[in-house]
T-cell receptor, first 117, second 117 residues
Framework: ETGVTQSPTHLIKTRGQQVTLRCSSQSGHNTVSWYQQALGQGPQFIFQ???????GRGNFPPRFSGLQFPNYSSELNVNALELDDSALYLC????????????????FGAGSRLTVL | AQKITQTQPGMFVQEKEAVTLDCTYDTSDPSYGLFWYKQPSSGEMIFLIY??????QNATEGRYSLNFQKARKSANLVISASQLGDSAMYFC??????????????FGTGTRLTVIP
């Protein structure tokens, strides 16, 4: 059973709207990452938070933003939704001390599937 | 340039047989890590195996082994004694540095494995 839970599992929005996706990481996992997986593609890195601050970002515009809270939960916010934002959004976390080298194994949630009409 | 290449969109294997899923990578960093993840239809990414660039031996985890050929920049996944539950998408990924310095995973496009009874 995965230690990372995401909500909602599915949602539908229209162009121009805003969406908030939520993630609850495993206890003690102080690093959380978000990935976007378009249909038929591999996941793409959006950003990472460590101790409530963004410390890494992929090639995504500023309308993708996030928050991390002290209780190991986090949010992904997307403003001004576009059709191409339709994807599975995956949250992943890992425990402290595993970031810079070695296996750096991420634990993923099952994702939130966003459809933009 | 694409960093991870998975050339097999789909593969079929008979139950109890072995199968090899191909992955080639490109990086100029002498220190890197390679991962394989499994994604069943439920959506979550499940970590299978890790190979560090300085590891002397090929990684093994139960029925999974990684055929690491550094000079050829390939990291193929071998699944022995295939089971029906192995049917899923399989992604090869490489650890890379993002803007901000945090490590993240760069995924290939995946291979869909179907195990035939």
């Amino acid at each position: 059973e995965t230690g990372v839970t995401q909500s909602p599992t599915h949602l539908i929005k229209t162009r121009g709207q805003q969406v908030t996706l939520r993630c609850s990481s495993q206890s003690g996992h102080n690093t959380v990452s978000w990935y976007q997986q378009a249909l038929g593609q591999g996941p793409q890195f959006i950003f990472q938070y460590y101790r409530e601050e963004e410390n890494g970002r992929g090639n995504f515009p500023p309308r993708f933003s996030g928050l991390q809270f002290p209780n190991y939960s986090s949010e992904l916010n997307v403003n001004a939704l576009e059709l191409d934002d339709s994807a599975l959004y995956l949250c992943a976390s890992r425990p402290p001390g595993t970031g810079s080298s070695g296996a750096n194994v991420l634990t993923f949630g099952a994702g939130s599937r966003l459809t933009v009409l | 340039a694409q960093k991870i290449t998975q050339t097999q969109p789909g593969m079929f294997v008979q139950e109890k047989e072995a199968v090899t899923l191909d992955c080639t990578y490109d990086t100029s960093d002498p220190s890197y890590g390679l991962f394989w993840y499994k994604q069943p239809s439920s959506g979550e990414m499940i970590f299978l195996i890790y190979q560090g660039s300085y590891d002397q031996q090929n990684a093994t985890e139960g029925r999974y082994s990684l055929n690491f050929q550094k000079a050829r920049k390939s990291a193929n996944l071998v699944i022995s004694a295939s089971q029906l539950g192995d049917s899923a998408m399989y992604f090869c990924a490489m650890r890379e540095k993002s803007l901000g310095g945090a490590n993240n995973l760069f995924f290939g496009t995946g291979t869909r494995l179907t195990v035939i009874p």
